[in-house]
């Protein structure tokens, strides 16, 4: 920040000091020019004294002179309406918009590699639950694609059929509340604890304030289609649902751009708990895995997932995926070994999009296609 802060203070010096050297030689050629006359005016002084008694000498000289002071006299007035010009500075309406809607300096990342307790054995469910999202003004079902927990355990939906964010307050008893957005949303993350991404049909970047009512604030415009979204350190990782996994900084900044071997529909991002892999949900591939490098490292294939979509951590070394086509949920490790499968079809579940879990409460949320209940099962 720091050295951002220098450079920005650097290039308005040197700009100021353009201008003024600008305008310094403008009042230095002002300045010989008034010299000059001066000196013609001297001339014409001499002139008069050599030409007394000679009266039509005298009146050529007389007009002379005149026509010199009145030249002087404008240069005089053009030198004063230069010393008193107003300057004034127009601070960068664009920086201070951005720093509006700033709400912190950075964030906090934690090395859970040193304490992440690491689970082997396959989760349990406990008890099964489910909640309606359809709100009183959706015009048709809902189609949640993305999803994600707040710090706070609050439940973010990205409905794309009714081109809102939602939010339940608590997925036990939820309360919903929800912000239309400008076009249809793929998917969401948390930014920080007070803001939110989404990414929208459009190729767009939408940020969403979860302060109070949620509100829809600044936008990033993509060159690209954006469907996945996750964020780590600052960075916005983001999929096209075609072949590539694009890395921004929060301005909208392309910082890299990795390609290999992902294809095939990608859709949800989801980091491993040593923060050492990043991977990403194929539909026809299963996972790709890349290193800390975004390079393509290995694909782990599950036979049992037909047609791969959302993932999630539990925080323990474990990964859940689910299966649009196989409506069941799979647990594998995140060295790539399958545990087994926890969600099954006849547990209630039909074509899954997207997978939250919530590791305070063992609890996982699952949203599904077309359809205005979600999944929530408790785990052990």
Do not use: W
């Not at 390079?295 to 299966?323: I, Q, R, W």
């Amino acid at each position: 920040m720091e050295t951002l802060l220098k450079s920005l203070k650097k290039e308005s010096l040197k700009e100021i000091e353009k201008q003024f050297r600008q305008k310094k030689l403008q009042s230095e050629e002002e300045k010989k020019g008034a010299e000059d006359e001066l000196a013609i005016l001297k001339q014409a002084e001499e002139g008069l004294v050599k030409a007394e008694g000679n009266r039509a000498q005298q009146f050529v000289s007389l007009k002379s002179a005149q026509n010199i002071i009145a030249q002087t006299e404008e240069m005089s007035r053009s030198l004063r309406s230069t010393n008193d010009a107003n300057i004034s500075f127009a601070p960068d309406s664009a920086i201070r918009n951005f720093l509006l809607n700033c709400k912190t300096l950075g964030s906090v990342n934690h090395d859970v590699a040193t304490r992440m307790q690491q689970r082997k054995a396959l989760y349990a469910i406990m008890a099964t639950r489910e909640f309606n999202i359809k709100m009183q003004n959706d015009a048709t079902s809902c189609l949640v694609h993305g999803s994600c927990l707040t710090e706070d355990g609050a439940l973010l939906m990205a409905d794309f059929s009714n081109n809102s964010l939602k939010r339940a307050n608590n997925v036990t008893n939820p309360v919903l509340d929800h912000c239309k957005l400008p076009d249809h949303p793929y998917s969401v993350c948390c930014v920080s604890k007070h803001e939110a991404a989404v990414t929208l049909r459009n190729n767009t970047i939408q940020f969403v304030s979860l302060v109070g009512q949620m509100t829809p604030t600044r936008q990033i415009k993509l060159d690209h289609n954006c469907f996945g979204v996750a964020y780590k350190r600052d960075r916005l990782y983001i999929t096209d649902n075609n072949k590539a996994l694009y890395i921004y900084d929060m301005t909208g900044n392309l910082l890299q751009k990795s390609s290999q071997n992902i294809s095939g529909n990608n859709r949800h991002i989801v980091f491993s708990d040593t923060g050492s892999e990043t991977f990403v949900t194929c539909t026809d591939k299963g996972l790709v895995i890349l290193d800390v490098d975004a390079k393509h490292t290995n694909t782990y294939t599950v036979p049992e997932l037909l047609v791969t979509t959302g993932a999630c951590s539990d925080g323990h070394g474990n990964l859940f995926l689910c299966g649009y086509s196989s409506s069941n949920v799979i647990q594998i490790g995140q060295d790539g070994n399958k545990i087994g499968e926890i969600v099954k079809p006849l547990n209630g579940l039909k074509n899954p999009q997207s997978l939250c879990f919530d590791h305070r409460t063992s609890t996982l949320v699952v949203t599904q296609s077309n359809s205005d209940i979600v999944k929530v099962f408790d785990l052990q």
